[in-house]
Nanobody, 120 residues
Framework: QVQLVESGGGLVQAGGSLRLSCAAS????????MGWYRQAPGKQRELVAT???????NYADSVKGRFTISRDNAKNTVYLQMNSLKPEDTGVYYC??????????????WGQGTQVTVSS
């Protein structure tokens, strides 16, 4: 099994920055995709950003140019650097890990969630 532990959430003013961390442990597959979802009150869960084990990234349009996802494979950790934060970025952020099972991606783990609150 894989376990993901998140940290780095908090309260920040609009225009500020936060960095979220998601550390993986357990049966970690070397070939995987990790990323971040967020859930805001009254809104659908949104896929924010993804990064493959090879370093390829994708971002939601709403965060392009402001957020950066990265990973440190030696530390089995993925990060989400969030700059120029807006109140609409408020929500609970969840990291995840997908692994390949015979070439098919499966959701191997979810983080516990970390609250990000951006005040205006």
């Amino acid at each position: 099994q894989v376990q993901l532990v998140e940290s780095g959430g908090g309260l920040v003013q609009a225009g500020g920055s936060l960095r979220l961390s998601c550390a993986a442990s357990g049966s970690i597959f070397s070939i995987n995709t990790m990323g971040w979802y967020r859930q805001a009150p009254g809104k659908q869960r949104e896929l924010v950003a993804t990064v493959t084990s090879g370093g390829s990234t994708n971002y939601a349009d709403s965060v392009k140019g402001r957020f950066t996802i990265s990973r440190d494979n030696a530390k089995n950790t993925v990060y989400l650097q969030m700059n120029s934060l807006k109140p609409e970025d408020t929500g609970v952020y969840y990291c995840y890990l997908d692994r390949l099972d015979r070439g098919y991606p499966i959701r191997a783990a979810w983080g516990q969630g970390t609250q990000v609150t951006v005040s205006s």
